[in-house]
Nanobody, 121 residues
Framework: QVHLVESGGGLVQAGGSLRLSCVAS????????MAWYRQAPGKQRDLVAI???????TYTDSVKGRFTISRDNAKNTVYLQMNSLKPEDTAVYYC???????????????WGQGTQVTVSS
């Protein structure tokens, strides 16, 4: 079985920084894309940033220039460095990864449980 565990959320003042981490564990054969999504109260879950297996990245417009997604394939870990945080960045941040598990012959989509990020004005 595969698990994704996020860490690094918390409360920060506007203009501050946080770094989120997400570790994938279990009987993993291969990880394709890894991504961060966020969901604010009363809103849908939206993509923040995604990094492919060959480290190509894509960001939603509202975080370009402020957030950086990266991955460490040796550690099955994805990071999200968040700088110049704004109150509108407040949300639960979810890790997502497309993973091939050892006992399954194809890739499946996995989610972490989420970590709260709160930015005060």
């Amino acid at each position: 079985q595969v698990h994704l565990v996020e860490s690094g959320g918390g409360l920060v003042q506007a203009g501050g920084s946080l770094r989120l981490s997400c570790v994938a564990s279990g009987n993993i054969v291969s990880i394709n894309s890894m991504a961060w999504y966020r969901q604010a109260p009363g809103k849908q879950r939206d993509l923040v940033a995604i990094v492919t297996s060959d480290s190509r990245t894509t960001y939603t417009d509202s975080v370009k220039g402020r957030f950086t997604i990266s991955r460490d394939n040796a550690k099955n870990t994805v990071y999200l460095q968040m700088n110049s945080l704004k109150p509108e960045d407040t949300a639960v941040y979810y890790c997502n990864a497309v993973i091939q598990e050892r006992r399954i012959g194809y890739y499946l989509n996995y989610w972490g449980q989420g970590t709260q990020v709160t930015v005060s004005s």
